[in-house]
């Protein structure tokens, strides 16, 4: 076989395929976690709880934050618009009449990710318990 029927043969190998492609699959965040609001410009941490789970209507949840001790206690927070594409979860919650938006990524046990409010952008990390 000459150089040029070689490569020709190679490269008909090459675009062999050797099995299916793997398509991005949704992330499945039910659960509880264990979260955390990192606010730098007030020098403090929110530590809290997030729960996600399945309902009639798709997925629902919840917020609850431990607030420190000079500042108002207030029930969980509604989670609503709870979106899921590939590894991104989307979500809203109602805070005092605004809404912020939160935007996570998840990975293993957990995600990182960002809350957009009024206020401007915070981290938010989350593990599964």
């Given at each position: 076989?000459?150089?040029?029927?070689?490569?020709?043969?190679?490269?008909?190998?090459?675009?062999?395929?050797l099995?299916?492609?793997?398509?991005?699959?949704?992330?499945?965040?039910?659960?509880?976690?264990?979260i955390?609001?990192?606010?730098?410009?007030?020098?403090?941490?929110?530590?809290?709880?997030?729960?996600?789970?399945?309902?009639?209507?798709?997925?629902?949840?919840?917020?609850?934050?431990?607030?420190?001790?000079?500042?108002?206690?207030?029930?969980?927070?509604?989670?609503?618009?709870?979106?899921?594409?590939?590894?991104?979860?989307?979500?809203?919650?109602?805070v005092?009449?605004?809404?912020?938006?939160?935007?996570?990524?998840?990975?293993?046990?957990?995600?990182?990710?960002?809350?957009?409010?009024?206020?401007?952008?915070?981290?938010?990390?989350?593990?599964?318990?």
């Open positions: 076989m000459n150089r040029l029927g070689k490569l020709l043969a190679l490269g008909a190998l090459g675009s062999i395929s099995g299916t492609t793997l398509e991005a699959q949704d992330v499945d965040p039910v659960g509880v976690y264990g955390t609001i990192n606010i730098p410009e007030a020098g403090f941490q929110l530590p809290g709880t997030m729960t996600i789970e399945n309902s009639d209507n798709g997925l629902t949840g919840s917020m609850v934050l431990e607030l420190p001790p000079e500042m108002p206690s207030q029930g969980p927070a509604d989670l609503f618009d709870i979106t899921v594409e590939g590894q991104v979860v989307k979500c809203k919650i109602g005092e009449g605004a809404t912020v938006d939160i935007t996570m990524n998840f990975e293993d046990d957990g995600f990182k990710g960002s809350v957009m409010s009024d206020m401007g952008a915070f981290d938010i990390t989350g593990t599964k318990r």
